[in-house]
């Protein structure tokens, strides 16, 4: 079974400038998660999707940060226009509902290492 | 306060010995935990979870929870240097879908 992956792998841009990234999930999961590490600091929870729609966006530092999941299947992550303060790495996780109770095992994505110069 | 505490380290232990990561939690009403191992420059990799309090044993790891004092941590049997890496305790609150993470142990096993 293929893992979460993320594209790209890395990525340097200038502040100003627009990235989009990228997550496909592991197949058969509704749940999507974006999380953003910055140097020396804890993983950040993002957002949450459930197949399409957003359930949670509480995490999202500000709107220049869009998210979406078109179709259930993908996400995409567009920083617009980015900042010195976003870099650091962006995981994707997904997780499969197992219903009420149980816990929601989430499997990471190696990653997009985001630097803004 | 941050959500999720953990010492940063690094630990130290020497091959074979028992490795003992702790973290404590604000959030009462947290309910599902998990422990995370990260290598350096990988993503994180599930290792357990634990939502019940007491033990759970999952071959050397061992992962306990006391929610009276928002405590879990998780203990490595004959720890292998293949075990260094850094350790993440992640918390589920109530709602059952935002992972809070905290910050990380760095765990060196020495040959």
């Known amino acids: 079974e293929a893992g979460v992956t993320q594209f790209p792998s890395h990525s340097v841009i200038e502040k100003g400038q627009t990235v989009t990234l990228r997550c496909d999930p592991i197949?058969?999961?509704?749940?999507l998660y974006w999380y953003r590490r910055v140097m020396g600091k804890e993983i950040k929870f993002l957002l949450h999707?459930?197949?399409?729609?957003?359930?949670?966006e509480s995490g999202m530092p500000n709107n220049r940060f869009l998210a979406e999941r078109t179709g259930g299947t993908y996400s995409t992550l567009k920083v617009q226009p980015a900042e010195l303060e976003d870099s650091g790495v962006y995981f994707c996780a997904s997780s499969q509902y197992l219903g009420t109770g149980a816990p929601d095992t989430q499997y990471f994505g190696p990653g997009t290492r985001l630097t803004v110069l | 306060q941050k959500e999720v505490e953990q010492n940063s380290g690094p630990l130290s232990v020497p091959e074979g010995a028992i490795a003992s990561l702790n973290c404590t939690y604000s959030?009462?009403?947290?309910?599902?935990f998990f422990w995370y191992r990260q290598y350096s420059g990988k993503s994180p990799e599930l290792i357990m979870f634990i939502y019940s309090n007491g033990d759970k044993e999952d071959g050397r790891f061992t992962a306990q929870l006391n929610k009276a004092s928002q405590y879990v941590s998780l203990l490595i049997r004959d720890s292998q240097p293949s075990d260094s890496a850094t350790y993440l305790c992640a918390v589920n609150g109530a709602g059952g879908f935002k992972t809070i993470f905290g910050a990380g142990t760095r765990l060196f096993v020495k040959a």
């Open positions: 999707f459930v197949k399409e729609s957003k359930q949670d």
């Open positions: 959030d009462r009403g947290s309910q599902s």
């Open positions: 197949s058969g999961h509704d749940n």
